[in-house]
């Protein structure tokens, strides 16, 4: 059994959770009216929204083999345990760059903190590496 895995894993399957159900409703109060709103504003719309349900596969696999790490039903696999941590890491610079890139204020930092998220995952999963 390792801790660091299995936190990871719980932090993940929390958030699948959340971005399904909680994720989902707020995405779809910004739908634009596909009648009357520009066309590529509804296909803009449209497109980040089919990418939204693909980050919810990205958490549930994740959070399935975090798991399975953790819990020892999957050995120890230095390639996937790297993959893991990249991605994390990844998800964590990318988001702030796109901040950064959009002059996100202070407080859209604050209210879109998934980057802290991302950093907690990859600190977990490097934990869980050197543990």
Same mark, same amino acid.
């Given at each position: $059994?390792? =801790?660091?895995?299995? *936190?990871?894993?719980?932090?993940?399957?929390? *958030?699948?959770?959340? %971005?399904?159900?909680?994720?989902?409703?707020?995405?779809?109060?910004a739908r634009p009216d596909a009648a009357t709103a520009p066309s590529r504003a509804y296909e803009?719309?449209? $497109?980040?929204?089919? =990418?939204?349900? $693909?980050?919810?596969?990205?958490?549930?696999? *994740?959070?399935?083999? #975090?798991?399975?790490?953790g819990t020892g039903a999957l050995p120890r696999?230095?390639?996937?345990?790297?993959?893991?941590?990249? #991605?994390?890491?990844?998800?964590? #610079?990318?988001?702030? #760059?796109?901040? /950064?890139?959009?002059?996100?204020?202070?407080?859209?930092?604050?209210?879109?903190? %998934?980057?802290?998220?991302?950093?907690? /995952?990859?600190?977990?999963?490097?934990? =869980? $590496?050197?543990?």
């Open positions: $059994m390792n =801790g660091w895995f299995l *936190a990871a894993g719980t932090l993940l399957a929390a *958030a699948f959770f959340v %971005h399904v159900f909680s994720g989902n409703r707020f995405y779809s109060e803009a719309w449209l $497109m980040g929204r089919c =990418g939204f349900q $693909m980050i919810s596969v990205d958490l549930a696999l *994740a959070a399935t083999f #975090v798991l399975l790490l696999n230095f390639a996937l345990e790297l993959l893991l941590l990249l #991605v994390f890491g990844g998800w964590c #610079v990318f988001w702030l #760059v796109a901040l /950064l890139c959009e002059k996100a204020g202070g407080r859209r930092y604050l209210r879109l903190c %998934h980057w802290a998220l991302f950093l907690v /995952l990859f600190g977990l999963v490097l934990g =869980g $590496m050197l543990g």
